[in-house]
């Protein structure tokens, strides 16, 4: 079946670098995916859509400049946290859709910034 | 604006016994509704969905969820757990606006008490 894969699966830096995270669609392209927040015991908050080839459209209250994503081809997505800081860190969750099957998800990426 | 609701933090079943994890959901128009279960660390994975028909929906690992229009409710339902079922269960609605977005409930967590 259909397969994301997410890297790095954890992450800790320094604050004020700049962390990116990968979303790979292994065996579908995909033209739309999606990258998702999760802050404990919480549920997943949508940051934004990430579209091949265009500009990721945000959601209200995510900073695009501080949440870079790229799609630059149908089976990757990039998601660049700058110049992290410690409320930065979280658990951060890629998805992609290969229509017209429900949606399936990375395993996930722990950020911590000390 | 399209919401699902799911009431209970946390969910304690002996193994064995049937479990429900309750969902209810608020939107104009007919939903198309979705649960999903995360274990630690890991991404989400598709349990269901309901779109049309059958008001009891069959999914993976043995689940069911029971579509209640008169209730808005989306109930999961096991009749029987096992350790293994012990995750955190997220109720999700698709936006009416927009179908590539899904809105998710705050999750409960199941624990199955051997």
């Known amino acids: 079946g259909a397969v994301v894969s997410q890297h790095p699966s954890w992450v800790i830096c320094k604050s004020g670098t700049s962390v990116k995270i990968e979303c790979r669609s292994l065996?579908?392209?995909?033209?739309?995916m999606f990258w998702y927040r999760q802050f404990p015991k919480q549920s997943l908050m949508l940051m934004a859509t990430?579209?091949?080839?265009?500009?990721?459209?945000?959601e209200q209250g995510v900073e695009k400049d501080k949440f870079l994503i790229n799609h630059a081809s149908l089976t990757l997505s990039t998601l660049t946290v700058t110049s992290a800081h410690p409320e930065d860190s979280s658990f951060y969750i890629c998805?992609?859709?290969?229509?017209?099957?429900?949606?399936?998800f990375g395993n996930g990426t722990r950020l911590t910034v000390t | 604006a399209q919401s699902v609701a799911q009431p209970e933090d946390q969910v304690n079943v002996a193994e064995g016994n049937p479990l429900t994890v309750k969902c209810t959901y608020s939107?104009?128009?007919?939903?198309?509704l979705f649960w999903y279960v995360q274990y630690p660390n890991r991404g989400l994975q598709f349990l269901l969905k309901y779109i049309t028909g059958d008001n009891l929906v069959k999914g993976s690992y043995g689940f069911e969820a029971e579509f209640n229009k008169s209730q808005t409710s989306f109930h999961l339902k096991k009749p029987s757990a096992l350790v293994s079922d012990s995750a955190l269960y997220f109720c999700a609605v698709r936006d009416q606006n927009r179908d590539d977005k899904i809105i998710f409930g705050k999750g409960t967590r199941l624990h199955i008490l051997p």
């Open positions: 065996d579908f392209q995909a033209t739309t």
């Open positions: 998805s992609a859709r290969r229509t017209p099957r429900p949606l399936h």
């Open positions: 990430s579209n091949e080839g265009s500009k990721a459209t945000y």
């Open positions: 939107v104009s128009g007919n939903p198309y």
